[in-house]
Nanobody, 114 residues
Framework: QLRLVESGGGLVQPGGSLRLSCVASGTFFNLYTMGWFRQAPGKQRDLVARINSVGATSYADPVKGRFTISRDNAKNTVYLQMSSLKPEDTAVYYC????????WGQGTQVAVSS
């Protein structure tokens, strides 16, 4: 079982950058596929990016070329580097861990506005 805690959200102007972090407490973090999801008001929760246990990554089309997911297994942490942010990136961002079972963090708010 994992407990996930996100941080790094905030208010940023369009074109700006933010880095989200998700720290996991528990065992076998290195085996989990880690992902970032986001949910805007009134919309469903959508996958943003995912990284598996061997470091292979995948991205949703709207964020390709702008966001980068990475992990540091020594620190039990997954990151989401977000650049060239747009107002439509505004959402609550959730960290997810999957190894058969799904675990979720509490979410961190990202707001992109001038």
């Amino acid at each position: 079982q994992l407990r996930l805690v996100e941080s790094g959200g905030g208010l940023v102007q369009p074109g700006g950058s933010l880095r989200l972090s998700c720290v996991a407490s528990g065992t076998f973090f290195n085996l989990y596929t880690m992902g970032w999801f986001r949910q805007a008001p009134g919309k469903q929760r959508d996958l943003v990016a995912r990284i598996n246990s061997v470091g292979a990554t995948s991205y949703a089309d709207p964020v390709k070329g702008r966001f980068t997911i990475s992990r540091d297994n020594a620190k039990n942490t997954v990151y989401l580097q977000m650049s060239s942010l747009k107002p439509e990136d505004t959402a609550v961002y959730y960290c997810n861990a999957n190894l058969g079972e799904n675990y979720w963090g509490q979410g961190t708010q990202v707001a992109v506005s001038s």
